[in-house]
């Protein structure tokens, strides 16, 4: 079963989540942001990502800019542990969609890279 860590409101999840349904693959969407990471899941996606945690930080992102980027800035060097509880935090952070089909998994940004982990389907001939 291919999971899926969605928010509706970013294109990039929508298209993921598009393509998954198009394509017909049995999949489980969970929205993040409804239902919140703990430490366990997320270092565990994390490892299956096979990135370290600054690596699925949106630091665009407001809440990144407004309340970490000065720390950063003034040298400040955050551990992966501390970016991990930054993340459980403020969920929205985490860069999304996140597509995982058993131990591999991709950041679908763009879209397209899910196709690196989930099933073709083969033409008919």
């Given at each position: 079963?291919?999971?899926i860590?969605?928010n509706?409101?970013?294109?990039?999840s929508?298209?993921?989540?598009k393509?998954?349904?198009?394509?017909?693959?049995?999949?489980?969407?969970?929205?993040?942001?409804?239902?919140?990471?703990?430490?366990?899941?997320?270092v565990?996606?994390?490892?299956?990502?096979?990135?370290r945690?600054?690596?699925?930080?949106?630091?665009?992102s407001?809440?990144?800019?407004?309340?970490f980027?000065?720390?950063?800035d003034?040298?400040?060097?955050?551990?992966?542990?501390?970016?991990?509880?930054i993340?459980i935090e403020?969920?929205?952070?985490?860069?999304?969609?996140?597509?995982?089909n058993?131990?591999?998994?991709?950041?679908?940004?763009?879209a397209k890279?899910?196709?690196?982990?989930?099933?073709?389907q083969?033409?008919?001939?």
């Open positions: 079963m291919i999971v860590y969605h509706p409101e970013s294109s990039d929508n298209a993921c989540l393509i998954l349904e198009t394509h017909k693959h049995d999949h489980e969407v969970i929205k993040y942001q409804d239902k919140p990471l703990d430490k366990i899941k997320l565990k996606i994390i490892n299956i990502l096979n990135i945690p600054e690596e699925l930080i949106r630091k665009e407001k809440i990144w800019v407004e309340n980027k000065h720390l950063e003034d040298g400040h060097i955050f551990n992966d542990d501390s970016l991990i509880d993340m403020y969920q929205d952070l985490i860069e999304r969609p996140i597509v995982i058993g131990e591999k998994a991709v950041i679908g940004k763009p890279r899910i196709f690196d982990i989930i099933p073709q083969k033409a008919s001939l």
